[in-house]
């Protein structure tokens, strides 16, 4: 019934969005989802990442069936598009197999069989609409929100010292190699959560069932929760706002050479295609999340999630898309998200339910502080910028101390679970212990 309900509400926010990009004057996620199924995909990485999220449900012969039924769609679609000179793409394969498994899961499978089955094409095509949803909520932000807040929060950043403009300096000197891989890592970021989710499920189709908290639950929340936070607090970067992408919108040419002057900020109009998708930056929300969930995995994966989340940081700050107001509002952002959802599956007990307040405490003071007294933090860095640091010190601290607690009780509650029974000496009947007594020596 819990699936049953949370997919009911996933289409109906499906359904909203669509609605409110058709108001826009353009398709929605349900309608550019579809149009994928036979025209070209934009990413069909993505998709076969998803595919492989689908398939740790099915067995290994299963498992070869599915990959190579999509690679040979894909061939076939390959060669119409390159006789038809479209634009050569590949993901359709993936995509129609997923849909496929679908179909079978309601017309071939029955009971656990059936539910589990479709729980793994229910994540599949979570995480590939989930790009599409962001892709509108991004348009419903530059369309609603004329005024950003841009000036607030690079004020605000002096507290911290600037480190957007110091991140991109370094990124220029690194030349074309550094950037490239910078940019490589920053688009591959669904790519990165795949291969950290695989690992944590990779015991499902032995199992027959999901582990109870995965990074999936906590990258999707934050993708749903994330783009609200845009609307509230519209902000498009320094490199858009006080650089060279901005044109005639920006403040100045000052990125990343020049800082701001400190004068009293203003929202400020911006145009109609840059999105507003700065506050909190979702993509170290992310790259926080793929670093939380491979703690627990070997050292390959442990490294995985190190690497990419500095090199998202050094991406989202070195290439101006975010201020390093951004970065400390999306850790403090995901922390709470992850330990509100490990709470929700404890039956919220106090010391889960204090962490998420305290999270949601310090994320709600850093956006008002950012907004109202930007002035002072930009005029008073000695203070404010170890007040910001320690407020995200505590969240981080808290989640470790509260989190680590839980696991290390997980650890000694499963070994006692997974003890044998005691066996039970059977007592031979009376006539077979007669009979024994009677044997010669």
């Not at 969005?17 to 995909?41: I, K, S």
């Not at 449900?57 to 894909?74: E, K, N, P, S, Y």
């Not at 793994?120 to 932000?141: E, Q, Y």
């Not at 000052?254 to 506050?279: G, Q, V």
């Amino acid at each position: 019934m819990l699936w049953i309900a949370a997919g009911v509400v996933t289409l109906g926010f499906f359904a909203v969005l669509e609605v409110l990009a058709r108001r826009y004057g353009e398709p929605g996620p349900l309608t550019n989802q579809v149009r994928e199924v036979v025209f070209a995909p934009k990413s069909g990485t993505v998709l076969y990442a998803s595919m492989a999220l689908m398939m740790v449900v099915l067995t290994w012969r299963q498992r070869f069936v599915a990959l190579g039924a999509a690679l040979g769609i894909d061939l076939v679609f390959w060669f119409v598009r390159w006789l038809a000179d479209a634009g050569m793409m590949v993901g359709n394969g993936a995509l129609l197999v997923t849909l496929a498994c679908a179909v079978i899961a309601v017309t071939r499978r029955a009971g656990e069989e059936r539910a589990l089955l479709l729980k793994g094409v229910g994540l599949a095509l979570l995480l590939v609409t989930g790009r599409k949803v962001g892709d509108t909520w991004l348009l419903i932000t530059w369309k609603s929100r004329p005024l950003v807040l841009d000036q607030y929060v690079a004020a605000a950043d002096h507290a911290l010292g600037a480190p957007s403009w110091l991140a991109g300096r370094i990124v220029e000197a690194s030349g074309p190699v550094g950037a490239h891989i910078l940019d490589w890592v920053y688009v591959q970021l669904a790519v990165a959560a795949v291969v950290v989710a695989l690992y944590q499920l990779r015991n499902v189709a032995a199992t027959r069932r999901f582990p109870r908290h995965h990074l999936l639950r906590t990258f999707l929340v934050i993708g749903v929760l994330g783009p609200g936070i845009y609307m509230i607090f519209p902000v498009v970067g320094p490199v858009y706002a006080y650089g060279t992408e901005g044109g005639l919108w920006a403040v100045a040419d000052l990125w990343p050479n020049t800082l701001t002057p400190i004068s009293p900020p203003h929202p400020m109009p911006f145009d109609e295609i840059t999105p507003r998708n700065c506050m909190p930056s979702l993509h170290t929300a992310w790259a926080t999340a793929i670093f939380l969930h491979s703690r627990k995995g070997p050292t390959a994966l442990r490294c995985v999630g190190v690497f990419w989340l500095l090199a998202t940081l050094c991406a989202t700050l070195g290439f101006g898309y975010h201020y390093g107001a951004d970065i400390v509002a999306g850790v403090v952002f995901t922390l709470t998200i992850d330990a509100g959802l490990r709470t929700f599956d404890r039956g919220w007990d106090r010391a889960g339910i204090r962490l998420v307040v305290q999270g949601t405490a310090v994320f709600t003071a850093l956006l008002l502080a950012y907004r109202y007294l930007s002035l002072e933090m930009a005029g008073h860095p000695w203070l404010f910028g170890p007040l910001v640091l320690l407020s995200l010190a505590s969240v981080i601290y808290g989640y470790a101390v509260t989190t680590g607690r839980w696991d290390r009780e997980e650890r000694v509650r499963v070994p006692t679970q997974q003890l044998p029974e005691p066996r039970r000496e059977l007592t031979p009947p009376p006539d077979v212990r007669q009979g024994a007594d009677k044997r010669p020596v």
